[in-house]
Nanobody
Framework: QVQLAESGGGLVQPGGSLRLSCAASGTPFSIKGMGWYRQAPGKQREPVAVIISGGSAVYADSVKGRFTISRDNAKNTMYLQMYSLKPEDTAVYYC??????????WGKGTLVTVSS
């Protein structure tokens, strides 16, 4: 099994930056793919950025050029660097992984609030 713990959320002004972290424990060597999702109040959860097989990253159109996803295998940690934050980026951000065994896991989420 894989346990995920997000951190780094908080309150930031429009135009500001934040870096989210997702630390994996348990059996992180079984992780095939990782990504960040978010859920804004009253909306469905949506993908933000995903690292797919081969290490390529795929981004939602709404965050392209502003967010960067990365993974540090030595630390079993995934990051989401967010720049030029907008009020519409306000959401709970979740870490998600898929394993080679076909299982998937979610973190508990970290709240990002973009407001002046």
């Amino acid at each position: 099994q894989v346990q995920l713990a997000e951190s780094g959320g908080g309150l930031v002004q429009p135009g500001g930056s934040l870096r989210l972290s997702c630390a994996a424990s348990g059996t992180p060597f079984s992780i095939k793919g990782m990504g960040w999702y978010r859920q804004a109040p009253g909306k469905q959860r949506e993908p933000v950025a995903v690292i797919i097989s081969g290490g390529s990253a795929v981004y939602a159109d709404s965050v392209k050029g502003r967010f960067t996803i990365s993974r540090d295998n030595a630390k079993n940690t995934m990051y989401l660097q967010m720049y030029s934050l907008k009020p519409e980026d306000t959401a709970v951000y979740y870490c998600h992984v898929v394993t080679y065994y076909g299982s998937d896991y979610w973190g508990k989420g970290t709240l990002v609030t973009v407001s002046s």
